[in-house]
């Protein structure tokens, strides 16, 4: 028995003794949509949602992916790493997708893994991550579930030709039936399995929705695959006839927005705006599904006696944008469309009804499970548990950190009949590879992003919500000096800051002001503001800042400019450096 086994049937006895009923440590029900954006307001139209988890639950409203594309965002969620530490940055070879995740050793030093070792049962059904394949599903299996039902690729995007494969056995085609309603019915089977056990249970769900349909077409040896809009169960193919994307002040905007391949995309014409309102509303039916497996699995909760005793955590792998800045629909954008997710949690001690504005991201949802569970952290978490309690929630309003690391590597394809897979570049030239800094602070609402172009980006969104106006035009940069603006001060610190979290690990991605400063005496932007560092920002802007000297689809850091923060005082005395 290892010693972790000793400590949890001393536990158990001793809560047997004290109180005469076993106290069961929590389960969890983790429920992860796929493309599900925040921004236009799909949630409004999932009333069971509302039910169950925003009016009972606690709705962290500004909660962020740290990259916006599905599977390193799912391999960030999953091991609590950066993705510049998982190095799984993108959905397929030689970048990203599971034949990475099982070359970069994570198979065996991910979430399940660690929920076994704690003495967990842990189930999974849906989507994994891309890649995950029915020619390499097994080399090797995906390691840490008690039992497991994966949607496998090419056929995972496949709403009515879904492929399943079931623990140890081969892959099963369910074609003919909607991929929702089959993951629906394999939730509650795991979660009955799990509450028939004394061990407590971890179960994911992951389905498709909204995600767009992809079909597979295999012609001998020739496979082609055809995407298209989400396709909704037939009971939910006529809702939502009269609804439109919100037209939001960034949506299709006549003068053009954003920086690199941003700025050069036309105006989409009544023909591509009217078919992109189609997809969207094809989106909104499609998570109809969901919205019933989301009622269906707290009846089922409800009627086995748990649901007190139970953690539900809903939210998204990444967001979506339809039309924002007048892209085609997608996401890898840094845009809030794009990274600022919806992350719902009810469960013990968490306040029922409430929202709040702390800042959260997937870094932090594998720290936060441990922390659920009681499970001791692990060092190199790069993220931090999210506040449960109302106490804890109060308390992280003023201490909580305000950054959120934002990354991405690669291209962009558009989806829809109007995406152009060549806006953002070719695998040999990508253009959307960038970092970025989103910070939401008392004082300060600011996105920071530099390009592999060297293009810089700058909103300030709380005059600015929806990211139109650039405050790092050309004019910004010709300014001469750095003794100038408050908004160049402002820059030199954001910059600083994106430094550091750009290749952080662990704490240090936690507390980045504690590389800048280790005195320990800056705690958050307002701080660093203080105008005796001036002199130390304005030189390290000019001398030391974040760059690259090339556009690479993966993480090539000799591409990836300066790669070590400035540190003060370093080894001047930067008050008197003028
Ligand atoms: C399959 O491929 C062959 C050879 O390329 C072609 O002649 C045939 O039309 C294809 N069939 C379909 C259904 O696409
Ligand atoms: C494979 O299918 C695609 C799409 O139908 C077609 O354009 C291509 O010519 C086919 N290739 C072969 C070798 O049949
Ligand atoms: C709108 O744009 C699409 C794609 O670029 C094009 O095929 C279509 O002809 C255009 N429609 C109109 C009415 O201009
Ligand atoms: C696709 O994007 C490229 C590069 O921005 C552009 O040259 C081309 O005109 C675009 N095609 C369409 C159909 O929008
Ligand atoms: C950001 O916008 C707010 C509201 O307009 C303004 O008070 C603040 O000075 C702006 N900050 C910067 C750095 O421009
Ligand atoms: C990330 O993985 C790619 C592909 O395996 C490799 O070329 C690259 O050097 C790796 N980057 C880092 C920082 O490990």
Same mark, same amino acid.
């Given at each position: 028995?290892?010693?972790?086994?000793?400590?949890?049937?001393?536990?158990?006895?001793?809560?047997?003794?004290? $109180?005469?009923?076993?106290?069961?440590?929590?389960?969890?029900?983790?429920? %992860? $949509?796929?493309?599900?954006?925040?921004? !236009? +307001?799909? %949630?409004?139209?999932? &009333?069971?949602?509302?039910?169950?988890?925003?009016?009972?639950?606690?709705? @962290?409203?500004?909660?962020?992916?740290?990259?916006? %594309?599905?599977? *390193?965002?799912?391999?960030?969620?999953?091991?609590?790493?950066?993705?510049?530490?998982?190095?799984?940055?993108?959905?397929?070879? &030689?970048?990203?997708?599971?034949?990475?995740?099982?070359?970069?050793?994570?198979?065996?030093?991910?979430?399940?893994?660690?929920?076994?070792?704690?003495?967990?049962?842990?189930?999974?059904?849906?989507?994994?991550?891309?890649?995950?394949?029915?020619?390499?599903?097994?080399?090797?299996?995906?390691?840490?579930?008690?039992?497991?039902?994966?949607?496998?690729?090419? @056929?995972? @995007?496949?709403?009515?030709?879904?492929?399943?494969?079931?623990?140890?056995?081969?892959?099963?085609?369910?074609?003919?039936?909607?991929?929702?309603?089959?993951?629906?019915?394999?939730?509650?089977?795991?979660?009955?399995?799990?509450?028939?056990?004394?061990? &407590?249970?971890?179960?994911?769900?992951?389905?498709?929705?909204?995600?767009?349909?992809?079909?597979?077409?295999?012609?001998?040896?020739?496979?082609?695959?055809?995407?298209?809009?989400?396709?909704?169960?037939?009971?939910?193919?006529?809702?939502?006839?009269?609804?439109?994307? *919100?037209?939001?002040?960034?949506?299709?905007?006549?003068?053009?927005?954003?920086? #690199?391949?941003?700025?050069?995309?036309?105006?989409?014409?009544?023909?591509?705006?009217?078919?992109?309102?189609?997809?969207?509303?094809?989106?909104?039916?499609?998570?109809?599904?969901?919205?019933? !497996?989301?009622?269906?699995?707290?009846?089922?909760?409800? #009627?086995?006696?748990?649901?007190?005793?139970?953690?539900?955590?809903?939210?998204?792998?990444?967001?979506?944008?339809?039309?924002?800045?007048?892209?085609?629909?997608?996401?890898?954008?840094?845009?809030?469309?794009?990274?600022?997710?919806?992350?719902?949690?009810?469960?013990?001690?968490?306040?029922?009804?409430? $929202?709040?504005?702390?800042?959260?991201?997937?870094?932090?949802?594998? *720290?936060?499970?441990?922390?659920?569970?009681?499970?001791?952290?692990? +060092?190199?978490?790069?993220?931090?548990?999210?506040?449960?309690?109302?106490?804890?929630?109060? +308390?992280?309003? $003023?201490?909580?950190?305000?950054?959120?690391?934002?990354?991405?590597?690669?291209?962009?394809?558009?989806?829809?009949?109007?995406?152009?897979?060549?806006?953002?570049?070719? =695998?040999?030239? *990508?253009?959307?590879?960038? =970092?970025? %800094?989103?910070?939401?602070?008392?004082?300060?609402?600011?996105?920071? #992003?530099?390009?592999?172009?060297?293009?810089?980006?700058?909103?300030?969104?709380?005059?600015?919500?929806?990211?139109?106006?650039?405050? !790092?035009?050309?004019?910004?940069?010709?300014?001469?000096?750095?003794?100038?603006?408050?908004?160049?001060?402002?820059?030199?610190?954001?910059?600083?800051?994106?430094?550091?979290?750009?290749?952080?690990?662990?704490?240090?991605?936690?507390?980045?002001?504690?590389?800048?400063?280790?005195?320990?005496?800056?705690?958050?932007?307002?701080?660093?503001?203080?105008?005796?560092?001036?002199?130390?920002?304005?030189?390290?802007?000019?001398?030391?800042?974040?760059?690259?000297?090339?556009?690479?689809?993966?993480?090539?850091? #000799?591409?990836?400019?300066?790669?070590?923060?400035?540190?003060?005082?370093?080894?001047?005395?930067?008050?008197?450096?003028?």
């Amino acid at each position: 028995m290892t010693l972790f086994g000793i400590w949890q049937t001393l536990l158990i006895a001793t809560t047997v003794l004290t $109180t005469g009923v076993s106290a069961k440590r929590p389960n969890v029900v983790f429920i %992860l $949509t796929d493309d599900q954006d925040l921004h !236009m +307001d799909s %949630l409004s139209y999932m &009333p069971n949602v509302k039910k169950h988890l925003i009016d009972q639950g606690t709705n @962290y409203q500004k909660h962020y992916c740290t990259v916006a %594309l599905c599977c *390193p965002s799912r391999v960030n969620l999953l091991t609590g790493k950066a993705a510049h530490n998982t190095n799984v940055t993108d959905v397929e070879p &030689p970048y990203g997708g599971y034949r990475q995740f099982i070359d970069q050793n994570l198979n065996q030093n991910y979430l399940p893994v660690w929920l076994q070792k704690a003495g967990y049962n842990t189930y999974y059904t849906g989507k994994l991550m891309n890649f995950h394949h029915i020619l390499n599903y097994n080399k090797p299996f995906a390691a840490g579930w008690t039992s497991s039902d994966f949607l496998l690729d090419p @056929y995972t @995007y496949s709403y009515l030709e879904s492929v399943w494969q079931r623990d140890r056995s081969p892959p099963k085609s369910a074609a003919g039936q909607y991929s929702t309603d089959i993951l629906a019915e394999k939730a509650y089977a795991y979660i009955e399995e799990g509450a028939s056990s004394d061990t &407590p249970f971890f179960v994911a769900l992951a389905p498709i929705a909204p995600h767009a349909n992809v079909d597979v077409n295999i012609n001998g040896s020739n496979v082609s695959h055809t995407s298209g809009d989400p396709i909704p169960a037939d009971r939910h193919k006529s809702l939502f006839s009269d609804v439109v994307v *919100p037209r939001t002040p960034n949506f299709n905007p006549d003068v053009p927005s954003g920086v #690199s391949w941003v700025a050069k995309l036309p105006q989409q014409n009544q023909t591509e705006v009217d078919y992109n309102d189609g997809f969207y509303r094809n989106r909104l039916r499609a998570l109809q599904a969901v919205d019933e !497996m989301v009622d269906g699995i707290f009846q089922k909760l409800e #009627s086995l006696g748990i649901l007190e005793e139970t953690y539900v955590v809903y939210s998204s792998d990444n967001g979506f944008h339809i039309g924002h800045h007048r892209l085609q629909p997608g996401k890898r954008c840094g845009f809030e469309e794009d990274i600022n997710v919806p992350l719902i949690i009810r469960g013990p001690g968490v306040p029922q009804g409430a $929202t709040t504005d702390i800042v959260t991201t997937h870094t932090d949802l594998a *720290p936060t499970f441990f922390d659920m569970l009681g499970i001791d952290l692990r +060092d190199d978490f790069d993220g931090a548990p999210i506040p449960l309690t109302r106490a804890d929630i109060d +308390d992280a309003v $003023t201490t909580r950190h305000e950054h959120v690391n934002v990354e991405h590597w690669g291209t962009v394809n558009s989806e829809g009949v109007f995406g152009n897979s060549s806006a953002a570049g070719t =695998k040999e030239n *990508p253009e959307n590879t960038y =970092k970025a %800094l989103r910070l939401v602070g008392k004082e300060h609402n600011f996105y920071y #992003s530099v390009f592999c172009n060297n293009e810089h980006e700058l909103y300030n969104l709380t005059a600015d919500p929806y990211q139109m106006n650039n405050l !790092m035009s050309s004019s910004f940069k010709n300014q001469d000096g750095y003794a100038a603006s408050d908004l160049q001060k402002m820059v030199h610190r954001l910059d600083a800051l994106l430094m550091v979290l750009k290749t952080c690990v662990a704490n240090d991605c936690i507390d980045p002001w504690g590389v800048l400063h280790p005195q320990g005496d800056v705690k958050n932007l307002e701080d660093a503001l203080n105008p005796k560092y001036d002199a130390f920002y304005a030189k390290s802007f000019d001398t030391n800042s974040v760059s690259f000297t090339k556009c690479e689809a993966g993480q090539i850091l #000799s591409s990836e400019g300066s790669l070590e923060p400035s540190v003060y005082p370093g080894q001047v005395n930067w008050e008197n450096f003028s």
